[in-house]
């Protein structure tokens, strides 16, 4: 049973920074990749980021590009996605998701497996 626990939401100010992690258990991880998400009130689910489990390859939504940076911990299985610069529009409920396969995916159709979410509130 694939299970993902985020963790580091909170308030901040803008232009400041918060790390999110996500812990997965339950599988081999090598062969999948991990994104975070976010999902503001009234809108839809988007994607933020997105790293590749074995390779390591990225990719980030232009609106956080320069601004956030997503890595992982192997031995940890963890996968974390450092914020900076943060702005008022950053504030969102933000999922960590896992799919199997290597391949990018920024739909969050394409995600098997999703977290319960942590609330990021960035005030001006």
């Known amino acids: 049973q694939v299970q993902l626990v985020e963790s580091g939401g909170g308030l901040v100010q803008a232009g400041g920074s918060l790390r999110l992690s996500c812990a997965a258990t339950?599988?081999?991880?090598?062969?999948?990749?991990m994104a975070w998400f976010r999902q503001a009130p009234g809108k839809e689910r988007e994607f933020v980021a997105v790293?590749?489990?074995?390779?390591?390859?990225?990719y980030y939504a232009d609106s956080v590009k320069g601004r956030f940076t997503i890595s992982r911990d192997n031995a940890k299985n963890t996968v974390y996605v450092q914020m900076s610069s943060l702005k008022p529009e950053d504030t969102a409920v933000y999922y960590c998701?896992?799919?199997?396969?290597?391949?990018?995916?920024?739909?969050?159709?394409?995600?098997?497996?999703w977290g319960q979410g942590t609330q990021v509130t960035v005030s001006s």
């Open positions: 790293i590749t489990w074995r390779s390591g390859s990225t």
């Open positions: 339950g599988r081999t991880f090598s062969n999948y990749a």
């Open positions: 998701a896992a799919r199997l396969g290597s391949v990018v995916q920024t739909s969050r159709n394409e995600y098997q497996y």
